[in-house]
Every structure is written in C-alpha cells, then in structure tokens.
C-alpha cells in the first residue's frame, strides 16, 4: 500500500531563512511519481514539481530545490532565502500505476517578516 | 497547461437537500476525474475516481448513493451531495488526467457549508 508522510505539522521561519520540508513515502512499485503542491489560504492548489521514480537528480527552480534519495525512500523540499510569501500549506504526494494520488498530512510553513 | 475549473466556487445549502458541483476540463479530454474532500487544517483524501462513461469507484468508507458522480463526457464531471448534512461541510477538490499521464491538473476547489 503507498503512503506519505510528513512528520512537520508546521514550521515556522524568520524570513530569508532556509527551510526544509521533510516528505518520506512508502510505495510496493517500481513506477511511481512524487509531486509537491503549495495550498495559499486561497485553497487551490499549485502545482511545484513532478518527479519519476527513475530520475534521482536533484532539481532546483529559483529558491526551490528538491532532493531525491530512493535509499531512504525521501522527497524532501527546501526553500532557500525564504519569503512571507511562500506561508502556505505544502503537500507531499504519491502517484503509483498511473492512478490515485494519494497526499501526505500536508506541513504548515510560517513566514514572519 | 491544462485547466480544470470548479463550478460553484462556494456554496451554502440547508440541511437535507442536494448541491451538484461541476467540474470541467476546459482544454483537454479528460479520460480520468477524481474527486477529493478536504476538511479544515487536513489532508486531501480521496473520495473516488471515474472514468468517462463508466461507474466511480469509491474509495472506503465513502458512500456512494449520498455523494452521486456522473463523468458523462470528456470534459465534465459532477459530484451532487444528496441531503446533505452540517457534516458534510468541506473543501471539494476535483482534478483530471487524460490518457496515463501520472500528472494531474486540479480544480479550484468548492467550499461548501450546509447549515
């Protein structure tokens, strides 16, 4: 059975700080897909990234990076420099066989100015 | 990329009666919607999965004959609350794929309160 776990119910930073959200998953397959979204007060969800089971090179997207460990079954996200702006709910989830996704308990992020 | 909208937005409803929430697929062929419900400070958790032209699949614990989905084509699915109750009361999230494609595009989400 897949799972996702976020151990971080909320984390709460000083701006310009680095922050890491942890996200370990637990999966039978060997194909399977790992994503992150943010959810703004708002509610709708925005798409950050998508990674496949066979890519384990890490990605970086401005302040963003991501880092891929299959030996420790972990897809953690880290936020550099970062902004009141980036205050949100951040989720980790899990796509096996090219169905259901199935999303971690989510992390809180607090950003004091 | 490929959107997906929600319609309505919000919604609030009495006690005992049925709300349909639509959702559509305005640049794509949707082959796959899923339906999620999300309560305050929680998780998404999935409710169930369709396939144009067939039955949802609904995930345990989720009853069907009270949330009713119709995926009728390609570009539209709804989920109607059936006498719906204050418990009901959540954050409607649908999202949809096409083909196996693993990437799902999500809606906006619907905020329904049943008074």
């Known amino acids: 059975a897949q799972k996702v776990t976020q151990a971080q119910t909320e984390i709460s930073v000083v701006e310009k700080e680095d922050v890491t959200l942890d996200c370990v998953y637990e999966t039978r397959d060997t194909t399977y897909y790992l994503f992150w979204y943010k959810q703004p007060p708002s509610g709708e969800l925005v798409f950050l990234i998508r990674r496949n089971s066979f890519d384990e090179q890490n990605e970086i997207s401005g302040r963003y990076s991501w880092n891929f460990q299959k030996s420790t079954s972990s897809f953690n996200f880290t936020i550099t420099a970062s902004q009141v702006v980036d205050s949100a709910v951040y989720f980790c989830a899990l796509s096996e066989g090219g169905f259901k996704t199935i999303f971690g308990a989510g992390t809180r992020l607090f950003v004091k100015a | 990329g490929a959107v997906v909208s929600q319609h309505p937005s919000r919604v609030i409803c009495k006690s005992g009666t049925s709300v349909k929430i639509e959702c559509r697929s305005l640049?794509?062929?949707?082959?796959?919607m899923f339906w999620y419900r999300q309560f305050p400070k929680q998780s998404l958790m999935l409710m169930a999965t369709s396939n144009e032209g067939s039955k949802a699949t609904y995930e345990q614990g989720v009853e069907k004959d009270k949330f009713l989905i119709n995926h009728a084509s390609l570009t539209l699915s709804t989920l109607t609350v059936t006498s719906a109750h204050p418990e009901d009361s959540s954050f409607y999230i649908c999202s949809a794929r096409w083909g196996e494609e693993y990437e799902q595009y999500f809606g906006p989400g619907t905020r329904l309160t049943v008074t």
């Open positions: 640049d794509f062929q949707a082959t796959t």
